[in-house]
């Protein structure tokens, strides 16, 4: 199966609220349409999912009700998820490499609050997608560092370009 480039918008990428937004990258060789309902399905399994504007989980009381532990990491400075979170992620084989928390004497880590950062968003967000499709699924995260020919502090066209047309 070949690859194909996909995009992964962690935070606001509306621009209707707080307008902060990491953008991922990633090669992955399923397609969207699949990556999406695999994430649907994990939420549907496992109870948990990471948006509040639908309902994926499917456990009653939990529809619309963004204060619900269920709804992970959805509303603006929620950096943490609960224990309850942390343990049934630990339960399905979530790994938190890339989240901060206590870590025991020899590095497991201790269910508690789990503590996120964008990176660790975008790591979820693909161990959901994973978790529901079968084992020949395969991503590789995809970085892009460019020298900018203009702005961003460089000594020789350290200029904006086009600030006007925006409103």
Same mark, same amino acid.
């Given at each position: 199966?070949?690859?194909?480039?996909?995009?992964?918008?962690?935070?606001?990428?509306?621009?209707?609220?707080?307008?902060?937004?990491?953008?991922?990258?990633?090669?992955?060789?399923?397609?969207?349409?699949?990556?999406?309902?695999?994430?649907?399905?994990?939420?549907?399994?496992?109870?948990?999912?990471?948006?509040?504007?639908?309902?994926?989980?499917?456990?009653?009381?939990?529809?619309?009700?963004?204060n619900?532990?269920?709804? *992970?990491?959805?509303?603006? @400075?929620?950096?943490?998820?609960?224990? %309850? /979170?942390?343990? #049934?992620?630990?339960?399905?084989?979530?790994?938190?490499?890339?989240?901060?928390?206590?870590?025991?004497?020899?590095?497991?880590?201790?269910?508690?609050?789990?503590?996120?950062?964008?990176?660790?968003?975008?790591?979820?967000?693909?161990?959901?997608?994973?978790?529901? *499709?079968?084992?020949?699924? @395969?991503?590789?995260?995809v970085?892009? %560092? /460019?020298?900018? #020919?203009?702005?961003?502090?460089?000594?020789?066209?350290?200029?904006?370009?086009?600030?006007?047309?925006?409103?």
């Open positions: 199966m070949t690859k194909k480039l996909f995009k992964i918008p962690v935070g606001d990428w509306s621009k209707d609220g707080h307008n902060q937004c990491d953008t991922y990258y990633v090669e992955a060789n399923y397609s969207a349409k699949e990556m999406r309902q695999a994430y649907k399905d994990t939420c549907k399994k496992i109870g948990l999912q990471l948006n509040h504007n639908k309902d994926y989980v499917g456990i009653e009381g939990s529809n619309g009700n963004r619900n532990w269920r709804y *992970l990491l959805t509303e603006y @400075e929620e950096s943490s998820i609960s224990e %309850e /979170a942390v343990e #049934i992620l630990l339960e399905h084989g979530f790994e938190f490499a890339r989240v901060d928390g206590k870590r025991d004497e020899i590095d497991r880590f201790v269910i508690q609050e789990a503590y996120f950062d964008s990176e660790g968003v975008f790591d979820l967000f693909m161990w959901f997608i994973s978790y529901s *499709l079968p084992s020949d699924f @395969e991503y590789e995260q970085k892009f %560092e /460019a020298e900018p #020919i203009n702005g961003w502090w460089n000594n020789d066209l350290n200029h904006q370009i086009g600030y006007g047309v925006f409103e």
